[in-house]
């Protein structure tokens, strides 16, 4: 009889050893810690049972802090989505205000370079600069949302505060005041500022809220005109 039959023997008749006190105590323990071979069994298993106790809580401690993490990014998310509905300005907002609100370092605006694009608003604003439209697209590949964690500072797209940033969220923003679309960047110092399981459904989101407050902006802007 080999060991997989005496495997599947013992599992079927699990109460069959422990009537057998004189075999159960002639068996080799897993692992001699004191006293006699059944004291040994008895505190293998319970070691083991320790083990296995300890990954079950590891894993819904795991659960709980990713669940809290998604909350606490999904609420960011909409309290930067409720004051750019509020912003008269929502180029000011999206600069100024939304690094605070979603807790990063900060955020910038890249626009596709297009003379027809370059307005004296975009020009003069500080965080709002031109980009590439192949750039943006091997930034972001087929993603309208690409988070990155940083183990290489990016000194192409973060520049001098490259080695502070830790990660970074790509967004793309559709415009329908413009044939191509803009990148919102969001820099974090700390890895854990944009990850959540929901992270990315939450930041498409944002970028659809912001895409809405700068078209509002551009509409509003070319009425006065």
């Known amino acids: ?17 422990a009537g057998r006190p004189d075999l159960y ?30 990954v079950a809580c590891n894993a819904a401690r795991d659960i709980l ?21 509020r ?13 605070s609100l979603l807790g990063i370092e900060y955020t910038r605006l ?3 370079t297009s003379p027809a694009l370059l307005t004296p608003m975009v020009c003069e604003r500080a965080g709002v600069e031109p980009m590439a439209r192949t750039a943006m697209s091997a930034l972001l590949g087929d993603k309208d949302v690409q988070i990155r964690s940083l ?21 793309l923003l559709p415009r329908t005041s413009s044939p191509s679309p803009w990148l919102m960047v969001l820099a974090a110092r700390n890895r854990e500022e944009l ?18 407050a700068l078209d509002r902006d551009s509409a509003i802007q070319t009425d006065q005109h």
């Open 151 to 171: 183990t290489i500072p990016d000194l192409t797209l973060h520049r001098e505060t490259a080695p502070l940033i830790r990660q970074d969220a790509l967004l």
């Open 195 to 212: 990850a959540a399981p929901n992270a990315r459904q939450a930041l498409r989101f944002l970028a659809e809220a912001t895409s809405s």
């Open 110 to 112: 890249y626009y596709p």
């Open 1 to 17: 009889m080999d060991s997989d039959c005496i495997d599947a023997f013992l599992r079927a008749h699990p109460d069959w050893l």
């Open 87 to 99: 912003a008269s300005d929502a180029m000011d907002c999206i600069l100024q205000e939304l690094p």
């Open 65 to 85: 802090q990713a669940s809290r993490a998604s909350a606490c990014l999904t609420t960011r998310i909409q309290r930067s989505v409720l004051a750019l509905l």
């Open 25 to 54: 105590a002639s068996l080799s323990p897993p692992r001699r810690v004191h006293g006699d071979t059944l004291a040994d069994h008895m505190q293998a298993r319970i070691d083991a049972e320790r083990v296995r106790c300890e």
